[in-house]
Every structure is written in structure tokens, then in C-alpha cells.
């Protein structure tokens, strides 16, 4: 995993749709904050129709040159009766979800990045 040398913390916003077709689907907004110095990603949803908040941390703690360890931290408060029994029986599977996507994309850059950079 690469870490960029710029330290400086940014942030956007980015529009997901997450949901259980055809029971619901949901299109929000999260501002999405970015800090290489001390190696998190932090999300927040600012604009939903169905989710009242939903908000997640990634904490990456380096452990090799090529690896770390993943902290993933997310909390979601939803006040439809029927998403809550939903989300109640498919959370843990969604997150685990997340985690593995993230992996992917985090094994596709280091191939990336081993083609451009040699390395002793």
C-alpha cells in the first residue's frame, strides 16, 4: 500500500446508492474526508431520504512496506421500521462487503504501482 507524500487533509462529496432490490434502494450524499498524515478516511451522509445518518471510519495502520491492518467503523441510524428489520439480517454481510471491495481496490493499485516504481 502507497502512502502519498502530500499531508494534507481534502474532502468531497461522493453519491451512493446502497439498498436491497427490489425491498428498497436508496440514493445519498456523504462528504468523504481524506488524511494521509494520520492515515484515515471518514464519511458522513448529508443528504438522505431514508438513512437519518450514516457515518464510517477506515483507519489503516501500517504494518510492512506492503501491508496493514484495516479498522472499519460504521454507524447508521434509520427510523423506516421496515429498512430496519432489513438492514438488521444483512448489516454484517454489506459490511463485510465494503471491506472486500476495499481490499480489491487496494491490491489493483499495488499492481499498478509495482509496474511503475522498482523497488530493491
Known amino acids: 500500500i502507497a502512502h502519498e507524500e502530500d499531508d494534507s487533509v481534502s ?3 461522493a453519491t451512493l446508492t446502497v439498498g436491497l432490490p427490489p425491498l ?7 462528504r468523504v474526508v481524506v488524511d494521509p498524515k494520520a492515515w484515515t478516511i471518514s464519511t458522513k451522509s448529508i443528504e438522505s431520504n ?8 477506515w483507519k489503516l495502520r501500517p504494518e510492512t512496506s506492503t501491508s496493514c491492518h484495516v ?3 460504521v454507524e447508521m441510524t434509520v427510523s423506516h421500521p ?13 459490511a463485510g462487503q465494503q471491506v472486500e471491495a ?4 487496494c491490491q489493483k493499485l499495488g499492481e ?5 516504481r522498482y523497488e530493491e
Open 82 to 94: 421496515g429498512v430496519v428489520q432489513v438492514l438488521d439480517q444483512v448489516l454484517e454481510q454489506v
Open 71 to 73: 479498522d472499519f467503523h
Open 24 to 30: 428498497f434502494t436508496e440514493t445519498y450524499t456523504s
Open 112 to 116: 499498478y504501482e509495482k509496474g511503475l
Open 11 to 13: 474532502s468531497f462529496d
Open 102 to 105: 476495499f481490499e480489491r481496490r
Open 50 to 57: 431514508l438513512i437519518e445518518a450514516l457515518s464510517s471510519q
